[in-house]
């Protein structure tokens, strides 16, 4: 099975500020890789898909990149909107998996 | 719009069965690979099952294999999961996805609660 090694578990940050939480591929997954923002109580969000594309009406602050089987998400202009869970995902084999999840709270 | 509605939820004793329905629409539910995720309570997301779009191939987790069951009706737009002998593990709230393998899951329901409990 494909690990995906997520963190930091949990984080906080200020309004306005820049954060990146990561997740690390146990083997190569090309490109099969997205991330969901999860509030409270109601279910995940596609933020980016193919680990660096934009999911229609997600906000440009949110930016996806790759560098080997290390994949980062990265939120710039930190609002109080985005507080949340962040999930990454590999689709590119079954069984599909999930990183831990990373706490995102702003201060 | 799309949506993604689940139901049949519920608390059921361990052993028993449970079947787990996810209506579609706004969409044309069969063309879409189908998924179903679950999230026990304060714990990650966890896939569980997938279907091609004709229902020809399905996907499991090895520690549902042979207990739960996914299907489709796409005459009715439905996505289905039959759950038998339920363990205490399998509480968590499911939810369905369309996509899964091959590409990313872009819509979820608002998920079914369940729980295993004696």
């Known amino acids: 099975d494909i690990q995906m090694t997520q963190s930091p578990s949990s984080m906080s940050a200020s309004l306005g500020d820049t954060v990146t939480i990561n997740c690390l591929a146990s083997?190569?997954?090309?490109?099969?890789l997205s991330w969901y923002q999860q509030k409270p109580g109601k279910s995940p969000k596609l933020m980016i898909y193919?680990?660096?594309n934009l999911e229609d009406g997600v906000p440009s602050r949110f930016s996806g990149s790759r560098s080997g089987s290390d994949y980062s998400l990265t939120i710039n202009s930190l609002g109080y909107d985005d507080e949340g869970i962040y999930h990454c995902?590999?689709?590119?084999?079954?069984?599909?998996?999930f990183g831990s999840g990373t706490k995102l709270e702003i201060k | 719009e799309v949506q993604l509605v689940e139901s049949g939820g519920g608390l059921v004793q361990p052993g028993r069965s449970l079947k787990l329905s996810c209506a579609a629409s706004?969409?044309?539910?069969?063309?879409?690979?189908m998924a179903w995720v679950r999230q026990a309570p304060t714990k990650g997301l966890e896939w569980v099952a997938s279907?091609?779009?004709?229902?020809?191939?399905?996907y499991y987790r090895d520690s549902v294999k042979g207990r739960f069951t996914i299907s489709r009706d796409n005459a009715k737009s439905t996505l289905y999961l039959q759950m038998d002998s339920l363990r205490s593990e399998d509480t968590a709230t499911y939810y369905c996805?369309?996509?899964?393998?091959?590409?990313?899951?872009?819509?979820w329901g608002q998920g079914a609660s369940v729980t295993v409990s004696s």
């Open positions: 083997q190569d997954i090309g490109n099969y």
């Open positions: 279907i091609s779009t004709g229902g020809g191939n399905t």
């Open positions: 995902h590999q689709y590119y084999e079954y069984p599909l998996t």
């Open positions: 193919g680990a660096t």
């Open positions: 996805a369309r996509g899964g393998y091959d590409g990313p899951m872009d819509a």
């Open positions: 706004g969409f044309t539910f069969s063309n879409y690979d």
